[in-house]
């Protein structure tokens, strides 16, 4: 008998939409709940600090209408973690203006809607540089300064299962979260039946990213996770899929720099000793998982900061002489832009497609491509100063002086005469934790009800 | 010698959080598993001389049986996302791998 079953139909809502027909499948296998992440850090610190998303709102919408239809019609709640690509406050509005939408537009009944923010203050983090437990930094990054602070533009905490279980103890049926750790979001529900921690968590690990622990590779596809007296299984919904030894085990190392260890707010799934048994041709069972709770809470942050508005130029090249000194065109056409910006003050960046484009310094071929590819990145204070100085660099390229070049009416192609602008740029200034002695306090949480009587 | 690309099933990379490149090689034969580990053709030295960086860039190198797979992850040398970074998902750095000759 299960304690627990959650169905997980994305691995990022939004990124993609979900695949319907293995979706109400697994809706027909009468789950507890349907739950799903709709975050990511994989997308780069322009989303998150220019407070935008990556995904396209029709396809949040798609999904999130799809869930919330299907979790109604069979009565078990609907968790969403990291709204909205980021999991910022206004992604989290965003989600909620759409349930409130999707209710309305098919009459749902009422039903009791919660939600928490993420965004932590600079101010708060601030008090924390100057205390006497500074602000962590993980991946061998050196504690926050407040510099490095100072060039941040928008900060988000990753929640523990703390928000989401409070919400669920309210009585909620849908639940939308701010920023959150994968696993968290399908954990809470799990311990909010009454599951083990490590039985809980790995339950989260493993529904995260929907079918990615199924075989074949095929995403977005839903699988069903859950929990008995004798641990975790996994079975995939999708009829051509199976959750193999193989594919579960493998999953348990996606995205992660080792596979035995998960750091959530408030501890650490161990998986060292998980051990894997195939049950059904689709269905894999995994015990053996530990769950190690944290003697001091610390909460992950993300931040992201702005660098400088971004345009981006384009430039090819074919003549085997030029790519064979490519580098001192690079330089030529950098000259420039020093004789009329000076040395410092701006970025300009050369991706060198057909050379090392792809993998930089860490490239080993080291002969060139027949024909370059060269992209040119001019990031200033200004938009305007971005575009001169990404004009600069990739029409120079065209005047590069090369000494023994044949072709002296044009030294590279273009496929447009013009630079594009780009997103502004951003870096991750934020990877780092913050202890906390309430591990709600940076999640606010907030309930109403939703849908219209009778 | 065999290509490590005829031996492993799965060869890829992604991102492990901002700062680092996770790389996965993972096998469905568990004996061309063990044939792999013994020849010592892939160890945390043959990853820093094929890539051509610094041992130390190289975080964590495991040898995990439970899904016949050899893992190791890498330092960026800036953030994901940043100005310049070729690859925001860190999805296209695993292709030295695939020609790897193995000994078995």
Redesign the interface.
Known sequence: MSLIRIICPNGHLGFAPLKTDSFLRGVEASPDFIAADSGSDDIGPVPLGSDTSTSPEAWQRQDLEAMLLASRRIGVPMIIGSAGDTGTNSRVDRYVAIIKEVAAKHGLAPFKLGYFYSEVSKDRVRRAIGSSEPVLGLDGREPLSEKELDATDRIVAMAGVHPFRKLLEEGCDVIIGGRSSDCAIFAAAALHRGAREADAYYLGKVLECASFCAEPYGAKETVLGAIDDAGVTVTAMHPDQRCTIASVAGHAMYERSNPYDEFVAGGRLDMRDCHYTQIDPRTTRVTGQRFEPAKRVRVKLEGSGKVGERYVGIASVRDPYTIAHIDAVIAWAKAQVVERFGASGYELHFNVFGKNGVMGDMEPVKTPAHELCIVVQGVAPTAEMAEELCMTATRQLFYARLPEVKGTAGGVAFVLDEVLKASPAYRWTVNHTLAVDDPLELFPTHTETVGTEG | MTKLSELAK?IRS???????I?F?I?F?DRAVYEKVLASRAITAAKISS????AQERI??F?E?D????I?F?I?R?????????????GA??Y??LLDIDVPV
């Open positions: 799965t992604k991102n492990a959080g901002v700062d680092k996770t996965d993972i469905t094929l890539y051509g960086i975080a964590d495991v995990y439970p899904a016949c797979a893992k992850t330092y040398t800036s953030p994901s996302g940043s100005a310049g970074d070729s690859d925001i998902f296209q750095q292709a030295p």
